[in-house]
């Protein structure tokens, strides 16, 4: 078989394993950061006649990362949520530096929002986020989750920079959770390869600001302005590989490390229950 009979197939078992979830459930939700894997999700979707609620978290920072994503709404007329976060954590690892925030989906059920962090090149010209006031200090609250599966773009394949580059793992087609909310991951064996096929064959359009076509891969371009996963940031005074005093360039003095103070981000393995934006 060549690569578009194999990626037919794989629409066909991606469409089948939709269709069982939503016969299945009564009120499915797609979480969705209209980045490369969830816009072919979305798409397939959209192709079989099923226009579905989207959970789509965002900052209220740099609104240029999200230009992309709010074209695509208007597009395909989507219902998008957003709802706050209920704690945080830090993680330090690997050359990444995030600060997770962990959202309600369910009875004692919780899904890690990854923000990644970077030092911008120079603090006096650039626009960047204090990590503790923006991101650490940002509202928090309860949220009642009122779907019964959420279906994500999660692939089995893909890596994450906080994982050192290693594979996910996905164990699932479908997760069930007891008391809980149900997930379904359509492209589980989706490669990357296949995702960009997926976007020529079906002219699936791209964030092009932020992705480009390598190797027959989609990858993020190396300048992060257009990437709403990436977020330039001051984060010094709440890294513990920071020493107990740092400079704030914000304020343009020193002030006290509190990393100490602060929760560090349980990640999971290979049990996916995490999503980046």
Request: include cysteine.
């Amino acid at each position: 078989m060549n690569k578009e009979d194999i990626l037919e197939k794989k629409v066909d078992d991606a469409s089948v394993i939709i269709g069982r979830v939503i016969d299945a459930y009564s009120k499915p939700v797609v979480f969705s950061g209209f980045g490369k894997d969830s816009m072919v999700l979305l798409n397939i979707m959209i192709s079989m006649g099923i226009k579905p609620d989207c959970v789509f978290f965002r900052d209220p920072y740099f609104p240029i990362k999200y230009r992309f994503a709010n074209a695509m709404i208007e597009k395909w007329n989507l219902r998008t949520y957003h709802y706050p976060h209920c704690s945080i954590g830090l993680f330090n690892r690997n050359n990444t530096f995030e600060v997770v925030r962990y959202l309600e989906v369910g009875v004692r059920q919780h899904l890690a929002f990854c923000a990644r962090l970077y030092e911008p090149d120079d603090f006096s010209e650039e626009e960047y986020l204090c990590a503790l006031d923006d991101l650490v200090h940002m509202p928090m609250g309860r949220f009642n989750f009122p779907w019964d599966v959420a279906l994500s773009g999660a692939r089995r394949s893909e890596t994450k920079a906080h994982t050192g580059g290693k594979p996910s793992g996905l164990k699932y087609v479908l997760k069930q959770v007891v008391s809980g909310c149900d997930w379904a991951y359509p492209l589980r064996d989706f490669t990357a390869e296949d995702i960009c096929l997926y976007h020529m064959v079906y002219d699936v359009p791209i964030h092009e600001e932020r992705y480009e076509i390598k190797g027959g891969k989609i990858v993020d371009r190396a300048d992060p302005t257009h990437n709403p996963d990436a977020r330039p940031a001051c984060f010094r005074c709440i890294d513990k590989c920071q020493g107990d005093q740092v400079w704030c360039p914000k304020k343009n003095l020193p002030v006290n490390n509190i990393s100490r103070t602060l929760p560090e981000a349980k990640m999971p393995d290979g049990d996916y229950e995490q999503v980046e934006v």
